[in-house]
């Protein structure tokens, strides 16, 4: 058990507005931090509790018994675990993002790569660890890419692999932090401090997210109302403001 993610949830108890308990895949920090604002905006007796870690993260946790009302994952592969476990009824589908490689903006010790291609000559590659959904997706991607570049390609970037961190944003740290030359990581990622560096479309691979209520959550109610506007045009405009590309079956893929 990890009880730090435990600890967040811990609330005002004369807080009079009822609390919906949010477990969302770190990649989508920012985007439903956006999404609790508007949604509390909209519904004034609403609190929502976000709470961001890695998808594998936050499985274990529910599975483990923790308080969660709702679990927005970045591979439906932990929301089919949660399905087989039980704690999850059904899920639905909520975006899709797509992978990129970053670099240090100023460039700095990166010369040599200025495209897809050259990331096997990167000095320190950063990418996410296996059972991860970056790391995950990365690695489709790679595979993709040594079926098409030759395995001389893959093998040289997995030669150039330093560290395989626990989510996306651990990923990009890595960059920010000067302690790797190049990442992959998904799109919704890249910010004013690195440089990205566009993956050829017929490599990429679409992360496809998908968004549930808990089984039996404490806040049941409220955690159908807030899956659901996730999934509506207003929450939609804002998963697409930061970047996410619409799923199949959500209101924004329909207009």
């Known amino acids: 058990m990890i009880p ?4 967040l949830l811990g609330g005002c108890a004369d807080d009079p507005r009822e609390p919906v308990v949010v477990f969302a895949a770190a990649s989508l920090t920012d985007a439903f931090r956006d999404l609790e604002a508007a949604y509390e ?21 529910i599975a483990q018994g923790a308080p969660a009302d709702v679990v927005a994952s970045a591979d439906p592969r932990h929301l089919d675990a949660l399905v087989a476990s039980g704690d999850v009824a059904a899920y639905h589908p909520l975006a899709q993002n797509e992978l990129v490689v970053i670099v240090p903006s100023d460039d700095t010790g ?32 790679l595979t993709r890419a040594g079926a098409e570049l030759g395995p001389g390609f893959l093998q040289g970037v997995e030669a150039r692999v330093v560290s395989r961190e ?16 190049a990442a992959v990581v998904y799109r919704t990622d890249a910010n004013d401090d690195v440089r990205v560096i566009e993956v050829p479309s017929g490599l990429n691979v679409r992360a496809t997210y998908g968004i549930a209520p808990v089984v039996d959550a404490a806040h049941g109610e409220a955690a159908h109302a807030f899956v659901t506007y996730t999934r509506s045009p207003a929450g939609q405009r804002i998963l697409a ?4 590309l619409p799923a199949p079956g959500t209101e924004s893929a329909r207009r």
Request: net charge negative.
């Open 241 to 244: 403001a930061h970047g996410f």
């Open 4 to 7: 730090l993610l435990w600890a």
């Open 166 to 181: 626990s989510n996306a944003r651990l990923v990009r740290a890595k960059v920010q932090l000067g302690e790797a030359d």
């Open 110 to 141: 990166v010369a040599s790569i200025d495209a897809f291609a050259a990331l096997d000559q990167a000095e320190r590659l950063v990418v996410g660890a296996d059972g991860v959904p970056v790391g995950d997706y990365t690695r489709q991607l």
């Open 41 to 61: 905006a909209e519904h004034p007796g609403a609190d929502v509790q976000l709470v961001s870690a890695g998808s594998q993260v936050l499985r274990l946790q």
